[in-house]
């Protein structure tokens, strides 16, 4: 009678790898181990002191170990550890080039921080401040708002969300901000107060946040009209907001700032504010706006591309298109004690992408809706991709996401955007892509960008079909699965994997494997995969082992990783909650290859 594979189980699998190169016998020894590494692992630098090595590790049998061999037990915890994880175990401390300027990373961002909720009732609380930075984010949105006896409260603004206290936030961040990561962190202020209020914002964020907080630009780390880099601003805190800018000649005609000139400029603000009614004085028209943030449906009936935003940047004051019905925006005061503290993170109103060639400093940076980001991405992308080449942009999520779910972020790292804010306590397939993404690079919340979208010379365009960069043909073997959860009803269901590649246009795609008939707890595929990825340092790969129920499948567990981080070989690939927990031993046994 033919074996099915149902009964297959991981250590079945192992067994049968195992006994190849132990040759039927009871012992591996230490050069058998060593073809394996590299034959099946593609260990190219391994040596026989490295097979050596994980027979001390993992090898629990003393004469095994005196002998220089590896029982299957001790190849078994070996195949089971870290060591054979899908993730590169050196992608799990920072490697990358950190003296970079801020400009050249994508950032950890996150969208309505403070909400542990919808953004119609849902709760705010501080909690969900320490919980962002404790999963590597590096820009936190706080939405503040004049409150009771002169004290600013965070909350989601004309909505039922209940309120916390800045100082709160402020006190929560001060505390968590650098846990988990050394690198500067961002604060996103979605500024409503009044300039008295503002102060009492200014008051505790000098007070309460101290040395962390970035109060003076560091001209000794940085070249001329470049951001520092998150090496340079370790340990601090950063204040993204609207400044104090009054119009100068200099301005007027466009051009890089250099870091002398910002603090010139700072010196200068300060000057005229004094000369003026009072602190609370500032500009009038588009350049004193708050920031984009405020007004998350704006992006309605905005202008359709670059073209018509160019044109329109020709009329008096940048206004709004003749009949488009979109009113223009209160003129917001900022007080002189806040706009000193924004030094590199200046918040200003995005026209296009030639006004900002023209006019935009290495200091400022824009916020775009994702509706209005989404048809510049399709549009404009090579415009898109050089803008961010030297500005930072964040992306932030559509106003009429009332239940706070998530756009897909790829879309906005294929343009190089920096700051792709999502929802952190929405669950789902773009937060699973945005903890894929930034497990990379010891999970520090930066990761710095692939060099064709960091330098002018690729010209890329994540939009085409042809790209001039080396593809990679990813082969994967889907073996088996071990100890899946079981199903709600308690039955065992038929099971499949889907793996995803998320990237480009050209790259992004998803295949299954066969479905195994009434196995969810250690199902075997020996499925078969191949993928011609053309962009691979933007791509991420997601495994998703699924329940069939019908027409519709039904989640199990997911695990997503960028492809510069897989490795080859046997690897078991751990499977993460829909909230992103651990499902341990829950776990996918794979094969991959890819050149």
């Known amino acids: 009678m033919k074996k099915t594979k149902i009964s297959t189980s991981r250590r079945v699998d192992i067994q049968n790898i195992y006994q190849s190169y132990a040759h039927g016998e009871n012992m591996m020894h230490a050069p058998a181990l060593l073809r394996f590494l590299h034959r099946e692992q593609m260990e190219e630098t391994a040596n026989l002191e490295t097979a050596e090595g994980l027979i001390d590790r993992y090898e629990v049998d003393e ?94 603004g004309h909505t039922l969300t209940s309120k916390i206290l800045f100082k709160d936030v402020i006190m929560t961040i001060e505390q968590h901000a650098f846990e988990v990561s050394p690198y500067p962190v961002i604060l996103s202020l979605e500024n409503h107060c009044t300039p008295s209020q503002q102060d ?56 890089r700032e250099t870091d002398s000139d910002l603090r010139r400029d700072r010196e200068r603000d300060s000057e005229d504010s004094r000369d003026t009614e009072g602190k609370d004085r500032t500009e009038e028209g588009e350049d004193s706006e708050v920031d984009g943030d405020d007004d998350e449906e704006e992006e309605e009936g905005e202008m359709e591309d670059d073209e018509t935003e160019q044109a329109q940047t020709k009329t008096k004051g940048f206004s709004k298109l003749k009949g488009s019905g979109k009113k223009k925006k209160k003129t917001v005061l900022v007080a002189e004690t806040l706009s000193n503290l924004v030094i590199y993170t200046k918040s200003v109103k995005f026209h296009s992408f030639s006004h900002s060639r023209e006019h935009q400093k290495f200091y400022e940076n824009t916020s775009l809706g994702e509706k209005k980001a989404g048809k510049l991405a399709k549009a404009s992308a090579p415009a898109f991709v050089q803008h961010n080449m030297s500005f930072i942009t964040r992306i932030y999520p559509a106003g009429s996401r009332a239940l706070s779910s998530n756009y897909n972020p790829q879309e906005f790292w294929n343009v190089g955007s920096q700051l792709v804010a999502l929802n952190f306590q929405s669950v789902g397939l773009p937060m699973d892509l945005n903890n894929g993404r930034f497990q990379d690079n010891g999970g520090c919340g930066y990761i710095l960008k692939p060099l064709f979208l960091r330098t002018n010379q690729m010209d890329f365009n994540p939009n085409s079909y042809h790209h001039k960069l080396k ?22 269901l038929d099971t499949f994997v889907r793996v995803e590649i998320h990237g480009v246009n050209s790259d992004s795609c998803a295949r299954n494997t066969d479905t195994v008939k009434r196995n969810s707890l250690n199902p075997c595929w020996d499925s078969t995969m191949n993928f011609t990825i053309s962009v691979p ?42 909230e992103g927990y651990s499902l341990d031993p829950a776990s996918l046994f794979i094969f991959v290859w890819y050149s």
């Open 63 to 156: 004469t095994a170990r005196a002998n220089r061999t590896m029982t299957f037990n001790g190849f078994y915890r070996y195949m089971e550890s870290k060591d054979c994880h899908v993730f590169d175990q050196t992608c799990t401390s920072v490697y990358q080039d950190m003296d970079q300027p801020l400009s050249q990373y994508f950032i950890s961002s996150s969208h309505n921080t403070y909400l542990s909720g919808n953004q119609l009732v849902g709760r705010s609380t501080g909690d969900t401040y320490a919980s962002a930075l404790s999963r590597g984010c590096r820009c936190l949105e706080i939405d503040c708002w004049d409150g009771p006896s002169g004290e600013p409260v965070v909350f989601h």
């Open 537 to 578: 340092d933007l791509s991420l790969i997601r495994f998703s082992a699924r329940y069939q129920t019908g027409l519709t499948s039904e989640f199990i567990g997911q695990y997503t990783l960028p492809f510069n981080c897989i490795k080859k070989g046997y690897r078991w690939v751990p499977l993460l909650s829909r």
């Open 471 to 492: 593809p990679a043909q990813l082969h994967l073997k889907v073996v088996s699965g071990s100890s899946l959860p079981a199903c709600r009803t308690g039955k065992s």
């Open 200 to 255: 009492v914002m200014a008051l505790y964020l000098t007070s309460i946040l101290g040395d962390k907080l970035l109060s003076t630009s560091l001209i000794q780390s940085t070249q001329p009209g470049e951001l520092p880099s998150p090496n340079a601003l370790k340990y601090k805190i950063l204040i993204k907001n609207k400044k104090l800018s009054p119009l100068s000649q200099r301005e007027a005609g466009g051009g």
